[in-house]
């Protein structure tokens, strides 16, 4: 956890927590983060989805410690040195965190270095796989995941409305979810049907389960998926089903691990499924 100390201290946590949400690491193109002192200089790739740390370097390095240049150059150096490391472990490819600083003087130098070296830099992050559909000329089925009433307390006594989260797709591949918000239950639902409908992806879906074993998160819920053989059904708690029959999944093993908040496990089952990747799209980019 960062400590904040000054308001520069809460700029940084801001910008940094803006792009962790949109920058995430897999092991086939890890993210690289950033991390400067006043004296060094530290870098690693990272794979978000398993959490671990695949390759590390640093200005402390014994061979760049030892050099006697200012801590610009150190920066390009430990660039280099992180490139050539990833390449030798396999990884040509990683999206980029510069951990909530200014994008200039070490940061920029180092980028730049591990740029010169062969590592490249990609601009496509959480949303890369994200296939957006148009609603027209689609059948759709929805499905009602919760409904909750919300109370306000004002001078002239308590006003009443409803919020709803809907999920609607056409059980072949395309789905989405929306919120609807509304003095009565069936124009929350209206609308929440409405949004969902703008907001429909494309997901791959391989002999009815889903392609391969996948983890997503939203906020504090935490999602697992597994593909399963024929007849084995849709085992997942309520949200997640809605999700996973809406999408057209018919044998899965479906675990969730944290909030139960169904707005929460509705979205990082979306994560889950927008992270999944088509066995003949990967079997493409192998060659």
């Not at 946590?13 to 193109?29: A, D, H, L, P, S």
């Not at 200039?104 to 270095?113: E, G, I, M, N, Q």
């Not at 609607?168 to 609308?191: M, S």
């Amino acid at each position: 956890v960062m400590a904040i100390k000054n308001f520069k201290d809460y700029r940084r946590f801001r910008i940094r927590q803006r792009i962790r949400k949109i920058v995430k690491g897999t092991v086939e193109r890890p993210r690289m983060s950033i991390f400067r002192s006043n004296t060094n200089i530290y870098v690693q790739l990272i794979d978000d989805q398993t959490g671990k740390t695949l390759v590390t370097a640093s200005s402390q390095d014994p061979e760049i410690n030892s050099a006697k240049v200012d801590k610009k150059e150190k920066a390009k150096m430990v660039g280099k040195v992180i490139a050539q490391k990833a390449i030798e472990a396999g990884y040509s490819a990683v999206v980029f965190d510069r951990g909530g600083y200014l994008y200039h003087c070490r940061v920029k130098s180092l980028a730049d270095s591990a740029r010169e070296a062969g590592l490249k830099f990609q601009q496509d992050m959480s949303n890369a796989n994200i296939k957006r559909v148009k609603s027209s000329e689609i059948e759709f089925k929805d499905r009602l995941v919760s409904i909750q009433r919300v109370t306000k307390v004002t001078k002239g006594g308590r006003t009443f409305s409803f919020s709803a989260i809907v999920v609607v797709g056409n059980e072949n591949g395309v789905v989405g979810y929306g919120l609807g918000k509304a003095k009565e239950v069936t124009a929350a639902i209206a609308k929440g049907i409405d949004d969902a409908k703008k907001n429909l992806i494309k997901v791959p879906v391989f002999n009815g389960t889903v392609p391969h074993e996948q983890y997503g998160k939203y906020s504090g819920a935490y999602v697992f998926l597994k593909p399963a053989s024929p007849g084995t059904g849709v085992i997942a708690g309520d949200a997640m089903r809605a999700v996973l029959e809406s999408v057209g999944v018919k044998n899965v093993l479906a675990k969730s691990k944290g909030s139960s908040n169904p707005h929460s496990v509705v979205k990082a089952t979306m994560d889950a499924l927008i992270n999944m990747k088509d066995p003949y799209t990967v079997a493409q980019l192998r060659g």
